[in-house]
């Protein structure tokens, strides 16, 4: 069983930068990713990245204001935010899963229990 903490989250103007980390229990050989869901609405993908950090793959609408990484060594993931939009405004979940990169929620195995951000204009 894989340990998800989120953390980072918070309430945060139109346009403001914000940064999210995930700490997993165990880490290497798991492709990591974040997702979100607002609500009344579906959790959706956001951003995933492969066990090695080579590869990452994110929404298109997200690209250029979102950016996920990780370091192995302190089993942490993170979620860079750009140019927030009050769109934004949602639970944002990060997530393990086993094999190459994936974008669907069931493939993820592993959750943690949000963070909650918050966009106002």
């Known amino acids: 069983q894989v340990q998800l903490v989120e953390s980072g989250g918070g309430s945060v103007q139109a346009g403001d930068s914000l940064g999210l980390s995930c700490v997993a229990s165990?880490?290497?050989?798991?492709?990591m990713g974040w997702f979100r869901q607002a609500p009344g609405k579906e959790r959706e993908f956001v951003a995933a990245i492969a066990w090695n950090g080579d590869s990452t793959y994110a929404v298109d609408s997200l690209k250029g204001r979102f950016t996920i990484s990780r370091d192995n060594a302190k089993r942490t993931i993170y979620l860079q935010m750009n140019n927030l939009k009050p769109e934004d405004t949602a639970v944002y979940y990060c997530a393990a899963a086993g094999g190459g990169l994936t974008t669907t929620v069931p493939r993820y195995r592993f959750w943690g229990q949000g963070t909650q951000v918050t966009v106002s204009s």
């Open positions: 165990e880490f290497t050989y798991y492709t």
